[in-house]
């Protein structure tokens, strides 16, 4: 088997190959970045880009360190490269990151293209290349809280008996058909690689695959009808499917889209078949680019075209309206974000998607912390019934976890009391906690969670940094930073709970900054709701005023 085939799971149980729990459990995640990959063998785990590592050779060297390290060490990774061990302290970070950060002039498509082939960087996601990623279970109350909310501003409150209308399904996208059907909605996400909604049949993210329209259009009508959830993946694309559904005359009652937008290897033109584009994409890639533009164009001005025949319709942060505006549409803004529409507020708050893994591998664990959640936040009825919802409709990928949308306090409140559990000898090991970028202090991105902010801060990506700093400061145990060529930034975080009374510090330092500093990115930009939040927590500068 050659060095770039391998199936990387990651390993369960008791037995440690590293010299404590909190490296064990940082190798694992990376372990189990791969097992829950869109394409392993090049190292590849979402949007047909985003990478674990540079490549095989400094996977292995990142596993050897992982084992060497001590605690009081910390390991330096160079965009999935590992570049060094140093003397640091503790309860220091064991890692610490810096993936696909380029000069702003030199952060372009193309230059980030031309750096990737000389294996100088490599485009890290979100939480790919900080092994944070936990599968479509990542996603799905993200998706599905952002459906609920479209439900409550929009429907009363339930998607049940409404027509929802997407793109994409994979490794971003694949949550959305199981999310719809969690909001009630009869669910079609459009995939253009049929691959990808077979997978997503197989693990119990989709109930249904269609290769043609009308096949596709009576499921979701009768389930619609009936006013019952059901999940269709049609094989199609956008730019095909829904000017198909204007020329019908036919109106969802909501659209929005997760598609890969990714000149080469993500969006797939809709004027050429699918393995012609895969050989493009080897071959001559440049080719595909223009198609891919064109088609972009065309699938979001049927999308504003949709808005404006009475869809509810926003797009859902894959900055695709920006690629269709590069390439030359005139409307793709009429369609707004779906933070700026629904999220904001729980940011406000600090609320975003907080996640604990099983590092054992045992399902016991995540079960002993749902009926924990639902325990000790009865009075929570949003996290109660996500929590009620997810023990029946989601099914574990990878190592068992589970996302539940936690703000400032609460995040601390559950970690300690994990911990605890974890202490006292109550679950099979040690649990770590991480969150997607996607957070209320941790991304700059214009097209997704800072547009259209009160103050006009959109780029301004101070805030990703500085939380970076403050988590390491803290005493994370992994922190790392990453662009997404020119158009964002980001930082992700990682905390391992094994049970020690410094994991209990390090937690309530680290949870405690970095939900704060969300608050206090929202309340200087001058949101009521966070200024209100921050003064209830007694954030900020103390006797001054903020």
């Excluded at 071959?283 to 504003?304: F, G, I, T």
């Excluded at 505006?325 to 369609?335: D, H, I, L, M, Y």
Aim: aromatic share 6%.
């Amino acid at each position: 088997m050659s060095a770039g085939a391998r199936r990387v799971t990651a390993q369960r149980g008791a037995r440690l190959r590293c010299k404590g729990w909190r490296q064990e459990a940082i190798l694992r995640l990376l372990e189990n970045n791969l097992e829950n990959a869109e394409n392993p063998d090049d190292l590849v785990v979402y949007m047909s880009v985003a990478k674990a590592a540079r490549d095989w050779q400094s996977y292995d060297r990142i596993v050897a360190a992982l084992a060497r390290l001590e605690n009081g060490q910390t390991l330096v990774m160079q965009s999935g490269r590992p570049i060094g061990v140093f003397a640091t302290r503790a309860e220091g970070p064991l890692v610490v990151m810096a993936n696909g950060n380029l000069v702003p002039a030199w952060s372009s498509d193309d230059q980030v293209e031309a750096f990737v082939r000389q294996g100088l960087t490599i485009v890290p996601g979100f939480t790919a290349a900080a092994w944070q990623y936990i599968g479509s279970q990542g996603i799905v109350q993200g998706t599905y809280e952002t459906f609920m909310a479209c439900a409550r501003q929009h429907f009363g409150g339930t998607l049940a008996g409404r027509w929802l209308v997407t793109g994409g399904c994979g490794g971003m996208g694949g949550a959305q058909p199981l999310a719809g059907v969690m909001a009630g909605a009869a669910t079609l996400v459009v995939e253009a690689d049929p691959a990808k909604i077979q997978r997503r049949i197989d693990t119990g993210y989709c109930q249904h695959m269609a290769t043609h329209l009308d096949g596709a259009l009576k499921i979701v009508e009768s389930a619609r009808a009936a006013g019952e959830p059901v999940s269709v993946g049609l094989v199609g694309n956008c730019a095909d499917v829904l000017p198909e559904l204007l020329a019908r005359g036919l109106v969802p009652d909501v659209v929005t889209d997760q598609t890969s937008t990714e000149l080469v290897g993500g969006y797939v033109p809709a004027s050429l078949p699918l393995e012609e584009v895969k050989r493009l994409w080897a071959a001559e890639p440049d080719s595909v680019k223009p198609l891919a533009y064109e088609s972009m164009r065309v699938h979001v001005e049927a999308m504003a075209e949709l808005q404006r025949r009475g869809a509810v319709v926003f797009e859902y942060g894959n900055n695709l309206r920006n690629r269709a505006t590069q390439g030359g549409s005139k409307r793709a803004f009429e369609v707004p974000s779906f933070v700026d529409l629904f999220i904001r507020p729980y940011f406000c708050e600090g609320i975003g998607p907080f996640r604990w893994i099983a590092v054992s591998g045992e399902p016991g664990d995540i079960h002993a912390i749902d009926a924990l959640v639902l325990r000790e936040f009865a009075s929570d009825e949003r996290i109660r019934t996500w929590i009620e919802k997810a023990r029946s409709h989601v099914k574990f990928q990878g190592l068992p976890a589970r996302i539940g949308w936690l703000g400032h306090g609460e995040r601390t409140r559950l970690a300690l009391l994990v911990n605890d559990l974890v202490a006292r000898g109550a679950l099979a090991g040690p649990v770590a906690f991480t969150r997607d970028h996607l957070d209320a202090a941790s991304a700059a991105m214009p097209y997704r969670e800072t547009e259209n902010m009160k103050d006009g801060s959109d780029a301004v990506s101070d805030w990703p940094i500085l939380n970076a700093l403050l988590n390491g400061a803290a005493g994370a145990d992994l922190v790392t930073v990453h662009q997404l060529g020119d158009y964002g930034q980001s930082a992700g975080v990682t905390l391992v709970a094994d049970g020690t009374p410094e994991s209990r510090r390090r937690l309530e330092r680290v949870l405690d900054c970095d939900t704060g500093l969300g608050v206090l990115r929202h309340a200087d930009a001058g949101y009521e709701t966070a200024l209100a939040a921050a003064a209830r927590h007694g954030l900020g500068l103390g006797g001054e005023q903020a």
